[in-house]
Nanobody, 126 residues
């Protein structure tokens, strides 16, 4: 059974940093693109960052570009999101997502991702 488990969320002051982790289990994910999405209260879920199966390609939403970095360690079946220079508008539940086996290319549409974690709360105070 495929499972994605996020960790690393919390409360941080504006300008601070957090590192989110997403541990995948159930199969090897090195052939699957993975991504981070986020959902703020009262808003739709939005794309934040994605990384290809090999880790060679990444893609970011304009709102996080230059501040967030997505990476992965395929030996550990884990994807990370390093978040720097955090802003109050980054406050949201952050979700890890993975594509089906063999779909290694990056994309930003949530419907293209088949597996989702339960989310981790990130709160940035002003």
């Amino acid at each position: 059974q495929v499972q994605l488990v996020e960790s690393g969320g919390g409360l941080v002051q504006a300008g601070g940093s957090l590192r989110l982790s997403c541990a995948a289990s159930g199969r090897t994910f090195s052939s699957s693109a993975m991504a981070w999405f986020r959902q703020a209260p009262g808003k739709e879920r939005e794309f934040a960052a994605a990384i290809s199966g090999s880790g060679g390609s990444t893609y970011y939403a304009d709102s996080v570009k230059g501040r967030f970095t997505i990476s992965r360690d395929n030996a550990k079946n884990t994807v990370y999101l390093q978040m720097n220079s955090l802003k109050p508008e980054d406050t949201a539940v952050y979700y890890c997502a993975a594509k089906r086996y063999g779909l290694g290319y990056v994309s930003m549409g949530p419907l293209e991702y088949s597996y989702w974690g339960q989310g981790t709360q990130v709160t940035v105070s002003s």
